[in-house]
């Protein structure tokens, strides 16, 4: 049977929107609570997550996770929020409490950084049911640990390096569910989901650029450049 046809409507002033490398849709997708996720946006940007097509957000930034950040977030994205709670700068009983909070706010899913210890991803599936998701970074991670810790889905984001991770670990737990960051462009998209990615985590482009590029546009309109 031929390839499925399916209608779309973008309308006028959304046609414009971020789509995601049309690639990822030939990975398997993570269902998380009845919904399939293939895709995940790298952004706290709420302009930008409002005007993305991805499945969801994966909302990790590189300061002290805040509360009001996660609502603000979690209020303006209309698709699931995986919500970043600590576990580099951020520990012990903090990461705990934020993550309760991101859950009651609404979260789909927490993520703890690389340094977090197994202990504390055991405490958090003891007061959680969404799910936990714990970020590697290297071959070296002893993800045999992590699994009997609790985490429930793995976040690879190994640069360069991260379909080499993707299969080492698929090679070992066939089962796990597996995010992993898919780099910037289609073919490196590919061989993250060939080595046995779930999901893809995509960068999308920030508002400065998209909005350089508008007023690129709108300077040629008016011949100035």
């Not at 197994?118 to 969404?130: A, F």
Request: positive net charge; hydrophobic residues 45%; glycine residues 8%.
């Amino acid at each position: 049977m031929a390839g499925k046809h399916i209608p779309s409507y973008e309308g006028n002033l959304r046609s414009h929107m971020i789509s995601i490398p049309g690639c990822i849709s030939q990975c398997s997708g993570i269902r998380v609570f009845g919904r399939r996720i293939k895709s995940l946006a790298f952004t706290t940007d709420v302009a930008i997550l409002r005007n993305i097509n991805a499945d969801a957000v994966i909302a990790v930034y590189p300061f002290t996770p805040q509360p009001v950040i996660t609502q603000a977030i979690i209020t303006a994205a209309d698709m699931p929020v995986f919500v970043g709670v600590g576990g580099g700068v951020t520990q012990g009983a903090r990461v705990i409490g934020l993550a309760a909070d991101a859950e009651r706010s609404g979260a789909f899913g927490v993520v703890v950084n690389a340094p977090t210890q197994n202990e504390i991803v055991t405490k958090l599936k003891q007061v959680l049911e969404i799910p936990v998701v714990v970020t590697v970074v290297s071959d070296r991670t002893d993800v045999a640990a992590r699994l009997n810790a609790g985490a429930d889905i793995l976040n690879v984001s190994g640069a360069a390096r991260t379909p080499e991770i993707v299969a080492k670990i698929r090679a070992q737990f066939p089962q796990v569910p597996i995010i992993a960051t898919g780099g910037p462009t289609s073919d490196t998209i590919k061989a993250t989901i060939a080595a046995g990615a779930n999901a893809i985590t995509y960068t999308p482009p920030t508002n400065g650029q998209l909005f350089a590029e508008s007023m690129d546009r709108y300077r040629r309109a008016e011949n100035l450049i």
